[in-house]
Antibody, heavy 122, light 112 residues
Framework: QVQLQESGPGLVKPSQTLSLTCTVS??????????WTWIRQPAGKGLEWIGR???????AYNPSLKSRVTISVDTSKNQFSLNLYSVTAADTAVYYC??????????????WGQGTLVTVSS | QSVLTQPPSVSGAPGQRVTISCTGS?????????VHWYQQLPGTAPKVLIY???NRPSGVPDRFSGSKSGTSASLAITGLQAEDEADYYC????????????FGTGTKVTVL
């Protein structure tokens, strides 16, 4: 089973860009078995889907975040990345990367990375 | 932003049966999209418990079962154990507003 690990700064200043990378191990990100996604969870709150990418580079984003998000994939490094622009304190959350099993009837998320806390503060 | 509604909390004694509801609408569960369930133990990442409405991944005890009807779905835990104390989330796809994968509001299960 694939394993995922998030990495990136734990502190980002307001109005700047939040950048995270997810490294996939135990399988190739190009295998086509999964899409690759980002999900976040503010402290004490629920889960919010941010977006997903396929190995081809095809993306889909949460409409509420679409104007500020870019997800990219680097197959040579078996990694995919998240950029969230113009952040505010409301973007403070634990950010998870996860594999996504796509189905026409709606797919599900798993396995998940352990998550990384990103705080937006000056 | 959650379009799937769950009770904030449910509780039960060890060995009892508890159920968690997930209420959606005609643009998600009612439109025929599958419901999936996740368990989040304290301080850890969620893990899928039920996928495709009623399927258990390997390793998930058969004490956990899922069902779906109309615009809602349910997760049942039978023979409740102390280790089941966690947050549980349902998830589906919503076809409104350009489409998005959506999670429920979450339910805290407490073992008395």
């Amino acid at each position: 089973q694939v394993q995922l690990q998030e990495s990136g700064p734990g502190l980002v200043k307001p109005s700047q860009t939040l950048s995270l990378t997810c490294t996939v191990s135990g399988g190739s990100i190009s295998s086509g078995n999964y899409y690759w996604t980002w999900i976040r969870q503010p402290a004490g709150k629920g889960l919010e889907w941010i977006g997903r990418i396929y190995t081809s580079g095809s993306t889909a984003y949460n409409p509420s975040l679409k104007s500020r998000v870019t997800i990219s994939v680097d197959t040579s490094k078996n990694q995919f990345s998240l950029n969230l622009y113009s952040v505010t304190a409301a973007d403070t959350a634990v950010y998870y990367c996860a594999a996504f099993s796509y189905a026409s009837s709606g797919g599900w998320f798993g396995p998940w990375g352990q998550g990384t806390l990103v705080t937006v503060s000056s | 932003q959650s379009v799937l509604t769950q009770p904030p909390s449910v509780s039960g004694a060890p060995g009892q049966r508890v159920t968690i509801s997930c209420t959606g609408s005609s643009s998600n569960i009612g439109a025929g999209y599958d419901v999936h369930w996740y368990q989040q133990l304290p301080g850890t990442a969620p893990k899928v418990l039920i996928y495709g409405n009623s399927n258990r991944p390997s390793g998930v005890p058969d004490r956990f079962s899922g069902s779906k009807s109309g615009t809602s779905a349910s997760l049942a835990i039978t023979g409740l154990q102390a280790e089941d104390e966690a947050d549980y989330y349902c998830q589906s796809y919503d076809s409104s507003l350009s489409g998005s994968y959506v999670f429920g509001t979450g339910t805290k299960v407490t073992v008395l």
